[in-house]
């Protein structure tokens, strides 16, 4: 079946510092792959997604690239800020009929000022 | 564009107690629908999805059920709640087209007490 691993947490960096979260995958086929973020008490909202290998997603400094070869998809970003502070979610999208999320178990990141 | 709602935000219930959690879906027709629990401190997992009205399948054996009585109305339900069945619950929703990354709405937070 299809799983989801991610890093485990909880990661903390101060301000400005490199991000990287990793993840990775195991699935049939060919998913597409989403990073997911929660603010607390929020529901999820979609970061950035890839669909094909080597496909790089990217929104609000964040970016990550489908690597096929490595069955891997790390979220990255350069400089955190506070406002980053959130649990991310590493998903794969099944290419079976149900298209189905396969979610990770979550990270935490604290950014201190 | 499309938004979701999902109501109540909070609800405390006693063991035992019936529970409707409603989520209905705006600026989209004939959406896949998909209902999920996050319990604290951990990942989502998957209860109910379906693609069509009065069309459920459900992803593991419980207490709750699902209902689509109409074509953006999701209804999450339970007989007799347990300690067990509290949780976030989050409602999401995605086209049944070509693309397929879930959307998610605010969540619902319920305490079984």
């Known amino acids: 079946g299809n799983s989801v691993t991610q890093m485990e947490g909880p990661v903390t960096l101060s301000e400005e510092a490199f991000l990287t979260i990793n993840c990775t995958y195991t699935a049939t086929g060919y998913p597409s792959l989403f990073w997911y973020v929660q603010y607390p008490g929020e529901g999820l909202q979609l970061l950035l997604k890839a669909t094909k290998a080597d496909d790089k997603g990217s929104n609000k400094g964040f970016e990550a690239t489908y690597r096929k070869e490595t069955t891997s998809f790390h979220l990255e970003k350069g400089s955190v800020q506070v406002s980053d502070s959130a649990v991310y979610f590493c998903?794969?999208?099944?290419?079976?009929?149900?298209?189905?999320?396969?979610f990770g178990s979550g990270t935490q990141l604290t950014v201190l000022p | 564009s499309q938004t979701i709602h999902q109501w109540p935000a909070t609800l405390v219930q006693p063991v035992g107690s019936p529970l409707s959690l409603e989520c209905t879906v705006e600026g989209t027709s004939n959406p896949n629908l998909y209902w999920y629990r996050q319990a604290a401190g951990r990942g989502l997992q998957l209860l109910f999805y379906s693609v069509g009205i009065g069309q459920i399948s459900s992803e593991v054996p419980q207490n709750l059920s699902a209902s689509r009585p109409q074509d953006r109305q999701f209804i999450l339900s339970s007989k007799k709640l347990l300690l067990s069945d509290s949780g976030f619950y989050l409602c999401a929703w995605s086209l049944g087209g070509s693309s397929y990354e879930q959307y998610f709405g605010p969540g619902t937070r319920l305490t079984v007490t």
């Open positions: 998903a794969l999208l099944s290419s079976g009929s149900a298209r189905q999320l396969t």
